[in-house]
T-cell receptor, first 110, second 114 residues
């Protein structure tokens, strides 16, 4: 059974304090790993897709990396506007249905 | 593009009433997903349509839930009769099925069943 585990469940940072969110997965034939950002009262918003181990993608203060067992979302010098829940999802081979993790709730204090 | 459109945004109803949630996917997207999100269970897939055909409805909790996609630009999720435990945020998402790519989510419908 495909599984996605995100840690920590919640993370509080001071503005400028860099950190990383983890997404560990077990899936049959990974075809893609997705990161989404969800603000309160809104739907998840797509951030990145990673397709193979060793791949990295960046967007502003965010950088996503992928290994064969996990993905990290690195947040460099975060700002309060980065506060949100970050969701990870994995796409198994042979299926168009992704499996989502429970998310990490990030709060960045000014 | 207006993105995925859902209506209503908020719905408050009484136990036993019928509830219908609506979704308009992004034009050109041929895959549509209905999800339910709660604090306890996170984001759960209810049903997946491809080219207007239900492909996987294993996440539909019970016979009280039904979903239709009469055409490429419209889908409904119906709960009849509704129960307090159905209270949640319901999301619709769409995507193309060209490769393994991302989903685009709507703003959600917050359902409260009293």
């Amino acid at each position: 059974e495909d599984q996605v585990t995100q840690s920590p469940e919640a993370l509080r940072l001071q503005e400028g304090e860099s950190s990383s969110l983890n997404c560990s997965y077990t899936v049959s034939g990974l075809r893609g790993l997705f990161w989404y950002r969800q603000d309160p009262g809104k739907g998840p918003e797509f951030l990145f897709t990673l397709y193979s181990a060793g791949e990295e993608k960046e967007k502003e203060r965010l950088k996503a990396t992928l290994t064969k067992k996990e993905s990290f979302l690195h947040i460099t010098a975060p700002k309060p506007e980065d506060s949100a829940t970050y969701l990870c999802a994995v796409q198994p081979g042979g299926s168009y249905i992704p499996t989502f993790g429970r998310g990490t709730s990030l709060i960045v204090h000014p | 593009d207006a993105g995925v459109i859902q209506s209503p945004r908020h719905e408050v109803t009484e136990m036993g009433q019928e509830v219908t949630l609506r979704c308009k996917p992004i034009s050109g997207h041929n895959s549509l997903f209905w999800y339910r999100q709660t604090m306890m269970r996170g984001l759960e897939l209810l049903i997946y349509f491809n080219n207007n055909v239900p492909i996987d409805d294993s996440g539909m909790p019970e016979d009280r839930f039904s979903a239709k996609m009469p055409n490429a630009s419209f889908s409904t999720l119906k709960i009849q009769p509704s129960e307090p435990r159905d209270s949640a945020v319901y999301f619709c998402a769409s995507k193309t099925d060209r490769g393994y790519n991302e989903q685009f989510f709507g703003p959600g419908t917050r359902l409260t069943v009293l």
